[in-house]
């Protein structure tokens, strides 16, 4: 198995009126190895961080704080909850990855410059099987469920290991065969499932109050709701991996950046084909 994967931001350009800075994204996500893969899940996202800088550095307790609130602490920088700029998926669950194929994307965010975001982060996870181990349902595809009404009224909640009670989300989920028709008939089935939530906000929420940040989780269970997952060693002949990437600029970083790179041709003005 060799799934390149990673996430980078590339050199963004300032809008004409200076307002707002089109940040642009890259998700690598391609199959250079031997094996046919199947995809459970992926998940993209922008999130934008207010900060602020201090130079006496932050005390332990903020930084023990950030550490367990965003997985990283810088001394003299704190931050605050964050803001989602942008979210999507790369390439449709359930479809089938060859030797050679690739769902790598780009995309671009637009990041208002009056805001007071400080700092830019985009990360992405891909979920995957082997298909020389399984298989999806063919119904995995068609599966598409999601927790709100035609209003957008919320209407059931997901499994309390994946989200809070009046979280809304979507799942794709069904039938996983192993590659033995033999195990497959002697062997209760499992169900794989992905879930992609938009969690609501609360009291110490590490979101700003009036948004969100959505997340994805996927697993294998033994039931088709996705209550009684497996273990990790149950699941472990399924070959099902999951891989996270993440990285991230300063606001002041991309200014610099963008005062080096022309406007877009569509904000210049005039001719697009005048020379």
């Known amino acids: ?42 998940m993209w996202k922008v999130n934008g961080y207010p900060t602020k800088f201090r130079t006496e550095g932050n005390t332990m307790g903020d930084l023990k704080t950030q550490l367990w609130e965003y997985g990283g602490t ?28 690739d769902f790598s994307t780009d995309v671009t965010v637009d990041l ?18 082997r298909a020389d181990r399984c298989k999806l349902g063919n119904s995995y595809k068609a599966s598409a469920e999601h927790s709100w009404d035609t209003e957008g009224k919320h209407t059931w909640d997901a499994p309390k290991w994946v989200a809070q009670p009046g979280d809304d989300f979507y799942r794709y989920h069904s039938r996983i065969y192993r590659s033995s028709e033999l195990l497959n008939l002697t062997h209760a089935g499992d169900f794989a499932t992905a879930w992609w939530v938009l969690p609501q906000w609360w009291e110490g929420a590490p979101f700003a109050k009036g948004e969100t940040d959505p997340y994805m989780t996927v697993s294998i269970s033994r039931d088709p709701e996705g209550e009684q997952f497996l273990s990790d060693a149950e699941q472990e002949p399924y070959g099902m991996k999951t891989m996270w990437a993440a990285t991230d600029r300063t606001i002041a970083q ?13 904000e210049r003005g005039g001719n697009s084909q005048q020379k």
């Open 254 to 266: 991309l200014l610099q950046a963008a005062k080096k790179a022309p406007a877009p041709a569509h």
């Open 74 to 101: 810088l001394r003299h920088v704190t931050y605050s909850r964050s803001h989602m700029l942008g979210t999507g998926n790369v390439g449709f669950p359930g479809d089938a990855l060859d030797p050679g194929d």
């Open 112 to 129: 208002p410059l009056r805001s007071d975001v400080g700092r830019v982060e985009v990360s992405a996870g891909i979920s995957y099987i």
């Open 1 to 42: 198995m060799k799934v390149p994967f990673g996430v980078s931001l590339g050199d963004p350009t300032m809008s004409a009126d200076g307002a707002v800075l089109h940040v642009p994204a890259h998700i690598e996500f391609r199959n250079t190895g031997s094996v046919r893969i199947f995809v459970v899940g992926t």
